[in-house]
């Protein structure tokens, strides 16, 4: 014997999509998000390892680490790690306004908004420290300093990643 369910119309609930994309755009702009936080973390664990080498290290070591963490990673690699983090904050935004979840419509979307805004100041405010750290100009005993921003960072970044994959809370009240 069968039964017959008839499902219920749902009531049509408009679309809140500020700027919608075609399906072939917003999925390149996914993948360029994803590839860019990718990146950036990526960047984010070489600066904190090198960091903590030249922490272990001591003496003139340490001044020749830092040296070559100044010379070979600071502009290249930092500044591609703060190219990566612009990339993911403007694709960030772009998904925003051409999916549901909004730029603003969900806790988590704002904070990984919030992250990421914060997460590029740490990267501009890590670049200061370590030149000057490599010239001799700030005490070694300041180096706290760099592995604090580094540290910092790496654990923001794993945060955001954390809230993608789980999309905790709710929506933002209005």
């Not at 702009?29 to 090198?50: F, N, P």
Request: hydrophobic share 55%.
């Amino acid at each position: 014997m069968s039964t017959t369910t008839t499902a219920r119309p749902r009531t049509a609930q408009p679309n809140r999509v500020f700027w919608p994309l075609p399906t072939k755009l917003r999925k390149t702009v996914l993948v360029a998000h994803v590839v860019s936080s990718g990146a950036w973390i990526g960047v984010d664990v070489i600066s904190t390892v090198l960091v903590a080498i030249g922490w272990a290290r001591s003496g003139d070591d340490r001044t020749a680490v830092y040296q070559a963490l100044a010379d070979y990673f600071v502009v290249p690699l930092l500044l591609a790690g703060l190219v990566a983090g612009i990339v993911c904050l403007v694709t960030g935004v772009l998904l925003g306004l051409a999916t549901k979840w909004g730029l603003v419509r969900y806790r988590w979307v704002a904070v990984k908004l919030v992250l990421n805004v914060v997460a590029c100041v740490l990267l501009l405010a890590f670049l200061g420290p370590i030149t000057e750290l490599s010239t001799g100009e700030q005490p070694l005993q300041d180096i706290w300093f760099v592995s604090f921003l580094a540290t910092t960072a790496m654990v923001l970044l794993t945060f955001a990643m954390v809230l993608s994959v789980f999309k905790p809370w709710g929506r933002v009240r209005r």
